[in-house]
């Protein structure tokens, strides 16, 4: 979150590959612990403009 906060998008984006290959080793892919990795790159991805906002609050009220 750091790295995304002071707009290093690139360094953020591998820190948090890295934790997703160690919480899925370490916890298993069925994890809240990996679920965290995936949502930080969900949103790492929207802060760099990869997913339109309105997709997103369409994936945000299907899930409820």
Do not use: H, M, Y
């Not at 160690?22 to 069925?30: A, K, P, Q, V």
């Not at 809240?32 to 995936?38: F, G, K, N, V």
Request: aromatic letters at 4%; charged letters at 30%; one cysteine or more.
């Amino acid at each position: 979150q750091v790295c995304s906060r002071l707009d290093l998008l690139t360094q953020a984006e591998s820190l948090i590959r890295e934790a997703l290959a160690l919480r899925e080793e370490i916890f298993g892919t069925r994890s809240l612990e990996r679920a965290e990795s995936l949502r930080s790159l969900g949103q790492l991805a929207f802060q760099r403009g990869e997913i339109d906002p309105g997709r997103r609050s369409n994936l945000v009220q299907r899930q409820r």
